[in-house]
């Protein structure tokens, strides 16, 4: 059990949380402003309601952020699994970091939620890497 994966994926589980709380409301109301949202350019309910937030089967991208860091969570309890942690990490600093790079590219819009959410998978990656 590592203390360090464990309360990186607990927040990064929140943050997810957060962010499924943040695309309902503004799925119910389009005119709904969160917290996140500093300027127009730095918004993230602008990105919750682009395209670029339900990339699979038009499901949330937070949902998939939920399991990841749920799943990380317990294994992380378990002990043992820091290799596939490691991997899975790696893949989803990757996937998050193409997202940010993508949404800031295509909407000229910083994200912020989505930035801490790849820090979270970074700092993951780096805490259990194993070279």
């Not at 309910?45 to 949902?63: A, E, I, M, P, Q």
Request: aromatic share 18%; proline share 2%; net charge positive.
């Amino acid at each position: 059990m590592d203390i360090y994966v464990m309360l990186t994926a607990a927040f990064g589980l929140l943050i997810c949380l957060w962010g499924t709380v943040l695309d309902l409301k503004v799925q119910a109301n389009p005119e709904f402003k969160a917290a996140c949202d500093f300027s127009e350019k730095s918004s993230c309910t602008k990105t919750l309601k682009s395209r670029y937030s339900r990339l699979l089967f038009g499901v949330s991208n937070t949902y998939f952020g939920i399991a990841f860091f749920a799943i990380v969570l317990v294994l992380a309890y378990l002990g043992g699994y820091q290799n596939i942690i490691f991997y899975s990490s790696a893949i989803s600093t990757l996937i998050t970091g193409w997202l940010f790079v993508l949404i800031y590219l295509k909407q000229k819009n910083y994200c912020s939620l989505c930035f801490v959410l790849f820090a979270a998978c970074a700092a993951l990656t780096w805490l259990t890497c194993p070279f």
